[in-house]
């Protein structure tokens, strides 16, 4: 059986930890830019993306796949306050082992800073396929940074990624949570009226 040729280098973003990462250093991520730093500085072909499933943000879905994105779901869950839970974890670690065992993987970049990623990473750099993680804010877990990993913290490059549109006070209207309950904003103009 012959193998599948290699896809390149490809990137795994935990979609929650990125989201209240960059919110936590207090500015907006401008996504589009994002996939372009991405392929610029690392030769990213592929992005995925992984997030919990909200059909009520169908729109700003549509917007992340335009601008390069591919969207890998969780079904959400609801804990006992009623925040949406939609941990992709588990999901991200099966889908760079799965793409590294039928050899489509040749260069990850992941993008976390979440200590539960150790294992994998450790396991692809052994095997050469790790090339860099890009920590969302400053706070990149112990576990990922006693590996000895190339590690860029997105503050670093926050002039290449930032958002740079102005928000009037009043132009966005508040949505569910994208990201384990949190709320963000889409323009009333991409809302669709009743």
């Known amino acids: 059986m012959a193998t599948k040729p290699k896809q390149g ?16 250093l207090g500015w907006a991520l401008d996504y589009r830019r994002f996939r372009g730093w991405l392929r610029d500085k690392y030769g990213v072909e592929t992005a995925y993306l992984f997030m919990g499933l909200i059909p009520a943000n169908k729109d700003l879905y549509t ?10 779901y969780k079904e959400i869950s609801y804990d006992g306050e009623g925040k949406v839970k939609g941990n992709c974890d588990s999901e991200l670690v099966l889908k760079a082992t799965v793409d590294f065992f039928e050899g489509r993987l040749k260069e990850m970049v992941l993008i976390s800073g979440d200590g539960d990623y150790a294992g994998l990473v450790s396991f692809l750099k052994e095997k050469d396929v790790f090339k860099s993680l890009v920590s969302p804010n400053n706070k990149c877990s112990f576990l990922l940074r006693k590996l000895n990993i190339s590690i860029v913290y997105l503050d670093m490059v926050k002039g290449k990624v930032m958002s740079q549109k102005k928000k009037a006070p009043d ?6 949570g994208l990201f384990h309950g949190d709320t963000y904003r889409i323009p009333k103009h991409s809302q669709k009226s009743t």
């Open 171 to 176: 132009e966005d209207g508040p949505r569910q």
């Open 63 to 72: 917007r992340l796949q335009e601008d390069g994105y591919v969207l890998v």
């Open 9 to 24: 280098t490809i990137a795994y973003i935990d979609g929650a930890n990125l989201h209240k990462g960059v919110q936590n």
